[in-house]
């Protein structure tokens, strides 16, 4: 009897000791599964019902896209003067009139709104010293006025702070558009709400107004009215939200009237912006929209292009199914089994 205690206590030793973990359902894996057989039958109705499913959505995009009208003009190579590129460049940089005039022909119905865009090519916005040439803190606030010190290059003018400071807003784009009918009425362009409701409220103060922009040395695009503060300045706004790719669009307006087929739109536009220096292009996009936005057709088509192979898919199992079919769980099938010798 007096060997029970120790034994005892030598045993509760020994299991504090051990590194078997404690038992539980969970740490063995033992909790209940789902554990699906992949059944023949099971992925040929799985295949079909991605078929079924994406096939319409692919139809209803492409058809969605397909209503949308969409004019493109491109404009940099037709309003500058014929020539070298230095010539343009030195053309660009002047102070001569740069009125362009262009026309456009409806193709079809538009439907307002229409959606007025400036679209620009070979423009790198996602560049990285570009992207962080400019101060969220002073866009939002007027306490942060001096706080430019992620700005550089355009930074300080004149011993004076810049607001906005940073590169992205000095390259802000300023090639300008009026739209008139063929007798000679203006069309004119709602430029309100056309950026982001939470960048207008939270990004930009409306205690901040432009001051020092613009007054150096090198003039890099669009001025600012002094007296507007940044948070009604939508331009400026749409244009400080980056692109991510070097072909972009970003609107400019909204003509509030329907246009009709064949209908001739002439557009006087101010050629001011300087693409030229970068082989860049220039275009101007009227567009309406539908229930997927603008026209976009690789929505559709991709739609179409997996459910077109799903179904491909589940023809080829089928075939193969009925011509060969193969008994679930058949163990002459093993490799030590159809090849007893091992060999």
Not at 46 to 62: D, K, Q, R, Y
Not at 125 to 154: A, F, I
Not at 314 to 326: E, L
Request: charged share 20%.
């Amino acid at each position: 009897m007096s060997s029970t205690p120790s034994a005892a206590a030598a045993a509760d030793s020994l299991r504090r000791n051990s590194k078997r973990p404690k038992y539980s359902r969970f740490t063995q894996q033992e909790l209940p599964a789902c554990k699906p057989i992949l059944t023949p039958r099971w992925v040929i109705s799985a295949f079909l019902l991605v078929t079924i499913v994406f096939v319409p959505i692919g139809l209803a995009s492409l058809f969605a896209s397909r209503d949308v009208v969409e004019i493109v003009d491109r404009y940099d190579a037709d309003c500058a003067p014929s020539g070298s590129t230095r010539d343009k460049v030195r053309y660009i940089q002047s102070i001569a009139d740069k009125t362009c005039n262009r026309t456009l022909t409806v193709p079809k119905h538009m439907k307002q709104p229409i959606y007025v865009y400036y679209q620009l090519d070979n423009f790198y916005q996602n560049h990285r010293r570009y992207v962080k040439s400019r101060s969220d803190q002073q866009l939002r606030s007027q306490s942060h006025e001096n706080d430019t010190g992620s700005c550089k290059p355009e930074d300080n003018a004149n011993e004076m702070s810049i607001v906005p400071c940073g590169l992205v807003a000095w390259s802000m784009f300023n090639d300008t558009y009026s739209f008139f009918t063929n007798n000679s009425q203006q069309l004119p362009v709602n430029k309100s709400g056309i950026s982001w409701k939470s960048d207008r409220d939270h990004k930009f103060g409306k205690d901040v107004f432009p001051k020092n922009f613009q007054n150096g040395t090198l003039i890099g695009g669009a001025h600012l009215n002094k007296s507007i503060p940044l948070s009604l300045q939508e331009d400026l706004i749409v244009w400080m939200r980056t692109a991510a790719l070097p072909t972009f669009r970003k609107l400019y307006g909204r003509i509030e009237v329907d246009l009709q087929a064949g209908d001739v739109i002439n557009v006087i536009m101010q050629n001011n912006y300087n693409t030229y220096s970068f082989n860049g292009k220039k275009k101007l996009v009227l567009s309406t929209t539908s229930w997927l936005g603008g026209k976009n057709n690789f929505i559709g088509i991709a739609y179409l292009a997996v459910g077109g192979l799903c179904f491909l898919l589940a023809m080829t199992f089928t075939i193969i199914y009925m011509v060969k079919p193969r008994r679930l769980g058949d163990p002459s099938y093993l490799s030590w089994n159809r090849n007893p010798g091992g060999h």
